[in-house]
């Protein structure tokens, strides 16, 4: 995690070219593809990538997820920004 | 090494796919064998694509195409195109030198995901001198912003020595100025040609442990610019490394050829049986070949290896640096300082000399 950036709710993530949510059954489900890198994200991150698709902003994937799991929104939109904000470190997403 | 039912106890990720042995540079840390594959043994574009679909069914889920310089095969295009089809995360490992702007857009075009390419120096004078090649460095940063122009990734890999492990900053502030993502500082694996020049690579004590806090000093220095991954100087550690994540558990390599090896340097190792693709699918080598189950797991390890803690983190260190330093493949790597040639490495890295390359030809 990272405290670097403030991330305001109307920004627009995206994976970055190089950057891919891949299905993959042999592994036992989806995985991040990055530059030599692989990761296996949990459901919650998952379902928060999934959303990153360059025109939803934050503030409506907060909505959706906030629905969707029935959970606060602010709680969730703190999740969200937290894991964009070390993904971005990371060169996963674009902001 | 079947759990029962079919199904594999280990899937490997990646897949190191060496192209070609060719390269136009003759770095002397290169990690080729010595004896160089011949062209005429080349495996053709169309095994390749067997091999890359093979390899995405057995759950592979990045290729690296490396070399040699990949750049040497001209049918790279269809290589690329047949890897993505697999599908696989398509890597290029590039020198930089001998790939040509057309070639890079129709490489792009094909669905290569990322680009890794090679500087020696961030001194253009020294990194050509280390390359064995004017002009190269020029030509290295000239393909490095066509990457960033089409929009590709772009990590860059520094390999660490003595003559340029005072300047990993500026190298450094090279990658971020070409616009890398990433950037990788690889201390250099005694191995294959690095081995053979190791009295005149290896650099002191004090240069790597200044060099090691200020490779922490760039990451927090550029922290949210620029990953910095770090591969350690493995002859001044404490703790060997887990080579390649454990023998025959995450990763293979088919040379150009079309032998199938748990680790690039894996032939150096006498009296293994590797198998080849052409004669079997990868399924069958992952699983089968005597060379992958030679040292898998942890019922092989010596001692003190076996009864360490550590034995699910490192799996008794390097198989091919146990068997160039002690004679003997199963022996614990000594890098380790529990194993029983630990002097040795400590001997080898306090012997330094400023002696002329050998040349990787």
């Known amino acids: 995690m990272s405290a670097t950036r403030s991330l305001s709710d109307d920004i627009t993530p995206r994976l970055p070219r190089g950057v891919r949510l891949v299905d993959s059954p042999a592994q ?13 994200p949990d459901a919650i991150a998952l379902a928060i990538l999934e959303r990153c698709d360059g025109v939803a902003t934050i503030a409506a994937i907060a909505d959706d997820l906030a629905a969707a799991y029935n959970a606060p929104r602010e709680r969730v939109l703190g999740d969200i920004k937290a894991l964009l904000g070390s993904l971005a470190d990371k060169q996963l997403l674009d902001l | 090494m079947a759990a029962g039912n079919g199904q594999l106890l280990y899937k490997p990720l990646g897949l190191l796919a060496e192209l070609t042995h060719r390269c136009p540079l003759g770095c002397p840390y290169c990690s080729n064998p010595l004896a160089l594959d011949r062209r005429a043994d080349e495996l053709d574009t169309a095994t390749w694509a067997r091999v890359f679909a093979e390899a995405a069914a057995l759950g592979v889920l990045q290729v690296h195409l490396s070399g040699g310089e990949p750049g040497a095969r001209r049918d790279l295009v269809d290589i690329v195109t047949a890897a993505h089809a697999a599908p696989l995360y398509t890597n290029l490992i590039t020198s930089g030198v001998g790939l040509s702007k057309e070639t890079l857009a129709a490489l792009a075009a094909a669905g290569l995901d990322h680009v890794q390419i090679s500087i020696q120096d961030s ?19 000239a393909l490095a912003q066509e990457v960033v122009q089409l929009g590709l990734p772009l990590t860059v890999n520094v390999v660490v020595h003595r003559a340029n492990i005072g300047r990993i900053g500026a190298m450094v502030a090279q990658a971020l100025a070409l616009g890398a993502g990433r950037v990788e500082i690889a201390h250099v694996q005694y191995y294959g040609w690095a081995l053979a020049n190791r009295a005149a690579l290896m650099p002191t004590r004090e240069q790597v442990m200044r060099s090691v806090e200020e490779v922490e000093a760039l990451r927090s220095e550029h922290h949210g610019r620029i990953v910095i991954d770090a591969v350690v100087p493995d002859y001044y550690a404490r703790y060997p490394k887990p080579c390649v994540g454990g023998w025959g558990r995450r990763s293979l390599n088919v040379t150009p050829k079309g032998r199938v090896l748990p680790c690039h340097a894996a032939e150096t190792i006498p009296g293994l049986d590797f198998w080849s693709v052409r004669e079997h699918s990868l399924a069958e080598i992952w699983q089968d070949s005597p060379a992958f189950n030679a040292f898998r797991g942890t019922d092989w390890l010596p001692q003190p290896c076996q009864s360490c803690e550590r034995r699910e983190i490192d799996f008794g260190g390097c198989r091919c640096q146990a068997f160039a330093l002690t004679g003997d493949a199963r022996a614990p790597d000594p890098v380790c300082h529990l194993a029983p040639a630990h002097e040795r490495i400590v001997a ?8 002329p390359y050998t040349y990787r030809r």
């Open chain 1, 28 to 40: 036992g489900g989806t995985v991040l593809l990055a530059p030599e890198r692989v990761f296996k």
């Open chain 2, 123 to 141: 001194d253009p004078a020294s990194a050509d001198r280390i390359a064995g090649y004017d002009g190269a460095h020029a030509r290295k940063t």
């Open chain 2, 348 to 355: 080898l890295a306090a012997a330094q000399a400023d002696e």
